[in-house]
């Protein structure tokens, strides 16, 4: 591999290329035919859910944040006859954020059909990589209109006003759905060879740096062909080790998760646990305390897994017992994934 000098200034050049990709967002994202619909079942109620009180202190904040909303385009005064309500949240830094609770409109959304992607066979795309970036998305759903129709839809009202959203706000039925949408129309042509897309989490991976700069150029020409912007102080770039979708993933280290499917022996752990769930039989004891504090230290301690290669051949590895049944999935006698189960007494 290049010294972290050259690399530093390989990344440096492809960036500088692509400037535009992480300005701040000014203006609303262009029409496409992604733009987000509220579907409603029929014979819909036009909803509109009274106001909370706010606390007197919370006011003029609340007031200022949507100011900035309306200064930004993001909303705009309304007339609808829909009303949702705005509440306050507090952020992970401790800072207030106002988010819309959709939650009565939503009963009435037509729920999409969309398939999500499935984590494990987004995570088996990875194996051989050695390099890697990650791209946040400025404002993810903000960079998605909202379709005209229903614009009205999305209303809210404060002590000083009533406002609708033009792009897609948090809390909305199948937003998540419409952003996976387009994120897979995006990137298409290169989605799976060198590009991950969970939702708004974004994952290049590349076997070596020479290909590393070249994907990353890829990737930003097609944001910037499709206008649509990264916060550069929240991506990464030149990871040789990177944690995505709960999961930490290295050349060195292949793959590490701290989930069921992980933990050897599982079932055999944790079946004094599994017990307490049937109908009245929770009794908390010194077996259950054992399990507990096992289950606990195997999580916490699992082997770090292998990345499946698809071009060698897999070996299983099945035991069982009177209650438990279990398989390990291995390659070069390597750990790839743990699968067991406590059996039920019909079985």
Known sequence: ME???????????????????????????????HDHRIPLIPNTPQISVRPYRHPPNHKDSIELMVEELLESGVIRTSQSPFTSLLVKVKKKDASWRIRVDYKQLNKYIMKD?????????????LNGSAVFSKLDLRSGYH???MS???ICKTAFKTNEGHYEFLVMPFGLTNVSLTFQSLMNVVFKHILRKFILV?????????????????????VLQVMQDNTLFAKKIKCSFVLLQVEYLVHIISSQAGLTSYYRRFIKNYATISQPLTALLKKNAFKWNVSTEL????????????????????????VVKTYASGTRIGVVLCQNGHPIAYLSKTLATKH
């Open 3 to 33: 010294s972290s000098t050259n690399v530093n200034k390989e990344v440096d050049i492809v960036l500088a290329n692509f400037e535009r990709v992480f300005e701040i967002l000014t203006e609303l994202p262009p029409q496409r035919s």
């Open 113 to 125: 059909k969309f398939p999500i992607p499935v984590i494990e066979e987004l995570i088996d795309e």
């Open 143 to 145: 960079q998605i209109r």
């Open 148 to 150: 005209e129709a229903d």
């Open 198 to 218: 969970f939702f708004d989490d974004i994952l290049i991976y590349n076997k070596n740096m020479e290909e590393y700069c070249e994907h990353l150029a890829l």
């Open 291 to 314: 399990a507990y504090n096992q289950l606990k230290k195997a999580m916490m301690e699992a082997p770090v897994l292998g990345l499946p290669n698809f071009a060698q051949e897999f």
